[in-house]
T-cell receptor
Framework: GDSVTQMEGPVTLSEEAFLTINCTYTATGYPSLFWYVQYPGEGLQLLLKATKADDKGSNKGFEATYRKETTSFHLEKGSVQVSDSAVYFCALSVETSGSRLTFGEGTQLTVNP | NAGVMQNPRHLVRRRGQEARLRCSPMKGHSHVYWYRQLPEEGLKFMVYLQKENIIDESGMPKERFSAEFPKEGPSILRIQQVVRGDSAAYFC???????????FGSGTQLSVL
């Protein structure tokens, strides 16, 4: 079946540090890939997405590139801020499941001033 | 355009009681998804509904759990005879038919004493 694996957390960084959160996937079809962010006490918000190989999703300084050859969708940001502290979820959906998402375990990011 | 509305935000039940969680999708959205987030885990798909129809309930526990999305009114996730293991955050999401983007509510935190 479909699955998403994220790097283990939690991740703690200082402000302005470089961020990478690894995400790999397995899917029976040709998936779309997503990163969602969950701020404390809130629901998930879509951060970025990519729908085909070599697409780069970007938003708020975050980027992720759809790598079909390595089945990966790593999240990166060049300079994190305290306000980026949240839980980040990698997810996929395949055509046969409609909008149903399969999520990774989530990675807690804490950015210290 | 209001977002996905879930209520209550927090729900406390004693073992053996019933829990009813409500979700009003975004205006114009006719597809609703329920996810459960257990402590320290990612979101797990439970059920996918359209108006008056259950499309995919493969993630629902076989007993005590049910969901509906009537022609009028919110979607309801119902848990009968709750047990402590049901304590979790329950998130609802909605979408239009052709879009893959899901909009999430802020969730209902269920605590079973």
């Amino acid at each position: 079946g479909d699955s998403v694996t994220q790097m283990e957390g939690p991740v703690t960084l200082s402000e302005e540090a470089f961020l990478t959160i690894n995400c790999t996937y397995t899917a029976t079809g040709y998936p779309s890939l997503f990163w969602y962010v969950q701020y404390p006490g809130e629901g998930l918000q879509l951060l970025l997405k990519a729908t085909k190989a070599d697409d780069k999703g970007s938003n708020k300084g975050f980027e992720a590139t759809y790598r079909k050859e390595t089945t990966s969708f790593h999240l990166e940001k060049g300079s994190v801020q305290v306000s980026d502290s949240a839980v980040y979820f990698c997810a996929l959906s395949v055509e046969t499941s409609g909008s149903r998402l399969t999520f990774g375990e989530g990675t807690q990011l804490t950015v210290n001033p | 355009n209001a977002g996905v509305m879930q209520n209550p935000r927090h729900l406390v039940r004693r073992r053996g009681q019933e829990a009813r969680l409500r979700c009003s999708p975004m205006k114009g959205h006719s597809h609703v998804y329920w996810y459960r987030q257990l402590p320290e885990e990612g979101l797990k798909f439970m059920v996918y509904l359209q108006k008056e129809n259950i499309i995919d309930e493969s993630g629902m526990p076989k007993e005590r759990f049910s969901a509906e999305f009537p022609k009028e009114g919110p979607s309801i996730l119902r848990i009968q005879q709750v047990v402590r293991g049901d304590s979790a955050a329950y998130f609802c999401a909605s979408s239009t038919y052709v879009e893959e983007k899901l909009f999430f509510g802020s969730g209902t935190q269920l605590s079973v004493l």
